[in-house]
């Protein structure tokens, strides 16, 4: 039992260490790690982030050398996470790409689609993003209702996506939608590769409730894709769609690695804030909670681990990252929940607590999306339930 | 190389040690000996020095088999799940760890053989509701005599107090400023051991009383005054304690989930309402999370780290809270039968509120944990 990286693997991480603190926008480690405010600022903020990455030698990472990637181990994406969470790096604006439609292009595309596609990914000339859930359709993902209608050597494509992320600044989209009707919900859907730049697909962002704007509804009216731009074959989407799941690595570790950062900084908020002249860490009562917050904590956080242990002996990851998706983002929710109610207990000098507080505020608010997106905590305890336990699935119509 | 898993050794230990106390029985044994039948209970505990598992943490030279302390870990874990009625971790845990850390080269070879092949079955006589033996209170005093020394007190809460033939005892030296642990011989004149009513019939408490007993010099373990190493070994408990813990936890979840698919109300199995799903779902990530504290506490054990008190305390905080509510949601569970004797629902749901308590409240143990976190090592492993 080992905890411990190899000489090789220190090494990886010391070099993508070193990048970073080079390479990080001005003022980022210092704690300045504001997004810029309107929508155009901010692609241009995350396009050059990608394109100094992808110079660096950074982006890929998980990608065949074949393609155009880095061909890492599993050991140094991992390295990467640990890294880019350590120093809460920007966000990528490729990672839908990267992470999902290049693995899937790369194994079960065409090659024209590949050659077309791919090498625009890992450049950041094209930006993707994916089309699945509907207003209607977010859990049930099968029950989607976009349409794509054959006409001739093309598809006509009507319907609405929404939770799109980054759809805003994409050029592509990975989109399924309905090309027929079949036996059981799940059959008959296609999976498109979309120009995003057409007269008949508009994007209107979403604002969410920690004020960001990461996600937005796509409306198709009467867009157009054509037959080469078809992933694996027609009424057979589904498969396609669930493939990438096989690639989630490495997926979990952003959360964990999240949690252990964020209780770092929680307890340090508690040496920060002071009531009467006193840090709120030396009271009793909120010892008691952050010892139990940081127990739970490093708890999940080697869950994490042990879990990846076993993905990599195993080759493939399994139902237990259930577990760890479920666990680490309720947790979060509830520690940022705890942070902002200590500013009600203790305080700051104003010049740091204004921005200390809303710091925390935005991360509470923003930690209501991690329970809801990539399978809500409901739809993981079913998954826990049924896969890990054996239970019986539940009651559909 | 991260390998954050137990070796194919341990692993192997493991499968070995469920067939083991499958054979015997499982939990017939612990519900043998709630009832007043102890033979189950010895042949458990021969079984298991028969097997060289009584001397897993002592070194070859005296007849142990000298494993590293994670291999504890699925030996504790499997003793777990069939809540086995044995002093394990006093004895094979606690008592090795006491004699290696502070015991003369004459006392070692004294009394390691002795706790590998099983002929020593030891209690604990100090104050176990500490986690820091800095906190913990002596009742026993200890005065220098000719030849030795004379104990006299009362020690309360002996887990297995009754079923020792030796003890672990701290005492504080009278008109003396200074602490000793001695391992005494129940057979020595003047030791009473009797029942305390305690909740976990598995492991019933006895209070041991002192009257001035008399003791030889080798009794004082180390031949000197104070208490190093005993913080080692009741961290060392501790980390065995929690992966016993999660092999109770893990039996729980697997009996609420085969109840679950087993139970039909309404013309399905129960599993199929979300309300119950969801409840074993979350039963079955606590016992996840509670084995990966678990694992790393024994680890930091092993590799001796200094933040090991911090790592054990927060793994023993989870732990015994944890094994309460899956055991609670385990009665809740099963309904009306789960609320029954007849049923093993309840013998978990009293192991676990024992566990609460032995080797340190959870509220003790997060003090603990509170006292070594800094804004600057959080969370660094």
């Known amino acids: 039992m080992d905890l411990s990286y190899s000489a090789e693997e220190e090494s990886f991480r010391l070099r993508l260490r070193s990048w970073l603190e080079n390479n990080l926008p001005d003022g980022w480690l210092d704690g300045r790690r504001k997004l810029p405010e309107g929508l155009t600022e901010q692609e241009k903020f995350y396009r050059d982030w990608h394109l100094r990455l992808y110079e660096g030698g950074w982006i890929g990472l998980s990608l065949p050398q074949a393609y155009g990637g880095q061909g890492a181990s599993l050991v140094q994406q991992l390295i990467y996470e640990e890294e880019t969470a350590r120093v809460e790096a920007p966000p990528l604006i490729s990672a839908i790409g990267l992470t999902n439609i290049a693995p899937t292009l790369i194994h079960i595309g065409t090659e024209e689609q590949r050659k077309t596609y791919v090498p625009k990914i890992l450049s950041g000339e094209e930006v993707w993003c994916q089309g699945y859930s509907e207003p209607n359709s977010g859990s049930d993902l099968a029950s989607v209702q976009t349409r794509a209608v054959k006409d001739g050597d093309q598809y006509t494509i009507n319907g609405q996506k929404t939770w799109t992320s980054y759809s805003m600044f994409s050029q592509r989209c990975f989109l399924l939608a309905r090309t027929s009707r079949g036996e059981k919900k799940h059959h008959g859907l296609t999976v498109f590769l979309v120009d995003m730049n057409q007269p008949g697909v508009e994007v209107r962002p979403i604002r969410h409730i920690d004020g960001g704007q990461k996600f937005g509804e796509v409306f198709f009216d009467n867009a157009v894709a054509s037959q080469a731009d078809i992933v694996g074959e027609v009424d057979k989407g589904w498969d396609v769609a669930m493939f990438l799941l096989r690639f989630e690595r490495v997926a979990g570790a952003q959360f964990a690695i999240r949690l252990k950062n964020m209780m770092s900084d929680v307890i340090q908020l508690a040496g920060t804030l002071q009531k009467r002249g006193r840090p709120l860490a030396e009271d009793p009562v909120v010892r008691q909670r952050l010892a139990d917050y940081y127990a739970r904590s490093l708890g999940g956080y080697l869950n994490f681990y042990r879990n990846f242990t076993n993905i990599m002996h195993a080759g493939k990851p399994g139902p237990e990252g259930s577990i760890d998706k479920l666990y680490t983002t309720e947790l979060e929710k509830e520690l940022c929940g705890y942070a902002v109610g200590l500013f009600a207990e203790g305080s700051a000098p104003p010049e740091t607590l204004r921005e200390l507080e809303e710091k925390w505020q935005h991360r509470w608010l923003y930690s209501f999306g991690s329970t809801i997106k990539a399978g809500t905590s409901e739809i993981q305890r079913n998954i826990i339930g049924e896969r890990i336990l054996g239970l019986p699935k539940d009651m559909k119509a | ?381």
């Open chain 2, 1 to 381: 190389m991260v390998d954050f898993r137990l070796s194919e050794e341990e692993q192997m230990l493991q499968s070995s040690a469920r067939k083991l106390f499958e054979s015997l029985g499982g939990i017939q044994a612990a519900r043998d000996y709630t009832a007043g039948k102890e033979e189950s209970a010895s042949l458990l505990w021969n079984r298991l020095a028969e097997l060289g598992y009584a001397g897993i943490l002592v070194p070859e030279d005296d007849g142990g088999m000298d494993l590293e302390f994670t291999s504890v870990i699925p030996l504790a874990e499997e003793l777990g799940r069939t809540l086995a009625p044995i002093p394990f971790m006093e004895t094979v845990v606690f008592g090795a760890m006491v004699l290696l850390k502070r015991g003369t080269s004459g006392q070692k070879a004294a009394w390691l053989p002795k706790i590998a092949d099983g002929s020593l079955r030891l209690g604990v006589c100090a104050d176990l509701s500490e986690p820091s033996v800095s906190d913990m209170t002596v009742p026993i005093a200890a005065e220098r005599r000719d030849s030795g020394f004379v104990l006299s007190g009362e020690m309360d809460y002996v887990r297995y107090g009754k079923d020792a033939n030796a003890y672990v005892v701290a005492a504080d030296l009278a008109g003396e400023h200074g602490r000793a642990i001695f391992l005494v011989d129940r057979q020595a004149a003047g030791i009473h051991a009797a029942s305390c009513h305690t909740l976990d019939q598995t492991g019933p408490s006895a209070k041991v009383c002192f009257e001035r007993v008399h003791v030889g010099d080798d009794a004082l373990i180390g031949g000197q005054l104070g208490t190093d190493g005993l913080q080692d070994a009741l961290d060392a408990m501790n980390a065995a304690l929690c992966a016993n813990m999660v092999g109770g936890m893990s039996k729980v979840v697997e009996m609420a989930a085969e109840y679950a698919q087993i139970r039909h109300q309404f013309g399905h199995p129960i599993g199929r309402y979300q309300a119950i799903k969801h409840r074993i779902a979350d039963m079955k990530v606590e016992t996840e999370i509670a084995r990966s504290l678990a694992y790393y506490a024994a680890l930091a054990v092993q590799e001796q780290l200094g933040e090991a008190g911090r790592i054990v305390s927060s793994a023993k905080s989870y732990c015994s809270e944890a094994y309460e509510r899956i055991a609670s949601h385990n009665i809740q569970i099963h309904g009306g039968i789960g609320f029954t004797t007849e049923h093993d629902a309840h013998l978990f749901l009293k192991r676990a509120k024992e566990m609460e308590r032995y080797g340190g409240s959870a509220v003790q143990h997060r003090k603990r944990v509170a006292d070594q976190l800094d804004g600057r090592h959080a969370l660094k492993i």
